[in-house]
């Protein structure tokens, strides 16, 4: 569909840097400034588990506990179709020693609620108080476990390709995910742990994108025999553009579908997501292609090294 396509990329590389500065700075001093809103996952509050003897709708058990003076509470699926878990805000009211006390309480109430408008048999499961020590530790977790994800996957890049791509690859995911982290930040969306599993997919989903374009840069760069690497990288970009677009708008169809009747338990992981993959497609074009620009790469870097004493009999 673009085989022929010969669009200059990297003719506003230099625009395409300011504005990705731009918005990293913006980000990072929301998130200095207003932090994340962080949802139940991460602050001090009420979990309740519950097992149903049939699919649970839950849609439906979030309608029961909003109408039945709930109004805060999340209900999110766990396990299997026919387990749920429900968040609920700490009860201020409540001695900080009292609320695992509220917190069995609690859930022996919304589990009798929950039954008298149900067929099928509902089963507790358990009924703790999360306190936000556990959440900030489960913060800190998520956090370390991202900075770890992004330290393999610049020794993986620089030992499949050469190290100015491995900065590349970890300038474009750091980038994605701080505007990402920036955009909860700005507009309060709540961020919770089906967010975080997002960011991790963002980057497996950028990553994906980012090798893929670096393979044809690496290829071109050995098979042309002449050109500037500014040109063989827009050359790269122009021959992969097809495989981007395809694969970024099939992805946001999924990503809408699922933001738009997943409920609401599903709707902060499909807006990272969604967020994710415009921001990786446009990384691994104007980010990752560009730092290895930056960094002056070179026919040289990408050559295949030649062994010593290497067989030379078909040497011309």
């Given at each position: 569909?673009?085989?022929?396509?010969?669009?200059?990329?990297?003719?506003?590389?230099?625009?395409?840097?300011?504005?990705?500065?731009?918005?990293v700075?913006?980000?990072?001093?929301?998130?200095?400034?207003?932090?994340?809103?962080?949802?139940?996952?991460?602050?001090?509050?009420?979990?309740?588990?519950?097992?149903?003897?049939?699919?649970?709708?839950?849609?439906?058990?979030?309608?029961v506990?909003?109408?039945?003076?709930?109004?805060?509470?999340?209900?999110?699926?766990?396990?299997?179709?026919?387990?749920?878990?429900?968040?609920?805000?700490?009860?201020?009211?409540?001695?900080?020693?009292d609320?695992?006390?509220?917190?069995?309480?609690?859930?022996?109430?919304?589990?009798?609620?929950?039954?008298?408008?149900?067929?099928?048999?509902?089963?507790?499961?358990?009924?703790?108080?999360?306190s936000?020590?556990?959440?900030q530790?489960?913060?800190?977790?998520?956090?370390?476990?991202?900075?770890?994800?992004?330290?393999?996957?610049?020794?993986?890049?620089?030992?499949?390709?050469?190290?100015?791509?491995?900065?590349?690859?970890?300038?474009?995911?750091?980038?994605?995910?701080?505007?990402?982290?920036?955009?909860?930040?700005?507009?309060?969306?709540?961020?919770?742990?089906?967010?975080?599993?997002?960011?991790?997919?963002?980057?497996?989903?950028?990553?994906?994108?980012?090798?893929?374009?670096?393979?044809?840069?690496?290829?071109?760069?050995?098979?042309?025999?002449?050109?500037?690497?500014?040109?063989?990288?827009?050359?790269?970009?122009?021959?992969?553009l097809?495989?981007?677009?395809?694969?970024?708008?099939?992805?946001?169809?999924?990503?809408?579908s699922?933001?738009?009747?997943?409920?609401?338990?599903?709707?902060?992981?499909?807006?990272?997501?969604?967020?994710?993959?415009?921001?990786?497609?446009?990384?691994?074009?104007?980010?990752?292609?560009?730092?290895?620009?930056?960094?002056?790469?070179?026919?040289?870097?990408?050559?295949?090294?030649?062994?010593?004493?290497?067989?030379?009999?078909?040497?011309?």
């Amino acid at each position: 569909m673009f085989e022929d396509t010969a669009i200059d990329f990297m003719g506003i590389r230099r625009m395409a840097a300011i504005i990705s500065a731009v918005f990293v700075v913006v980000s990072l001093l929301s998130l200095a400034i207003n932090s994340l809103e962080f949802g139940l996952d991460f602050t001090s509050g009420t979990s309740v588990r519950l097992s149903y003897s049939e699919t649970v709708d839950v849609s439906n058990v979030n309608q029961v506990l909003q109408g039945n003076g709930y109004e805060d509470s999340v209900v999110v699926s766990f396990g299997s179709d026919r387990d749920i878990r429900i968040l609920l805000p700490v009860n201020e009211d409540v001695a900080i020693e009292d609320q695992a006390t509220q917190a069995v309480e609690v859930g022996e109430s919304i589990s009798a609620l929950l039954q008298s408008e149900s067929s099928s048999e509902i089963t507790l499961l358990g009924s703790d108080y999360v306190s936000a020590k556990v959440g900030q530790e489960l913060a800190e977790q998520g956090g370390l476990g991202m900075l770890v994800a992004l330290g393999i996957i610049m020794v993986y890049i620089a030992v499949r390709f050469q190290f100015k791509f491995s900065v590349g690859a970890v300038t474009a995911l750091a980038h994605d995910l701080i505007i990402t982290l920036g955009i909860f930040s700005i507009f309060g969306i709540e961020f919770n742990l089906n967010t975080l599993a997002a960011l991790l997919a963002i980057i497996g989903y950028s990553l994906n994108d980012t090798i893929v374009v670096s393979d044809r840069i690496r290829e071109n760069f050995r098979r042309m025999r002449s050109g500037s690497p500014l040109e063989m990288v827009n050359k790269s970009l122009n021959q992969t553009l097809s495989r981007t677009l395809i694969t970024s708008l099939t992805t946001l169809l999924v990503l809408f579908s699922i933001l738009l009747i997943g409920g609401e338990s599903t709707q902060g992981f499909a807006i990272a997501l969604i967020i994710g993959v415009v921001i990786g497609t446009y990384s691994s074009i104007y980010i990752a292609s560009n730092v290895i620009l930056y960094m002056n790469v070179t026919r040289e870097d990408l050559m295949t090294p030649v062994k010593e004493g290497g067989d030379l009999s078909d040497t011309p």
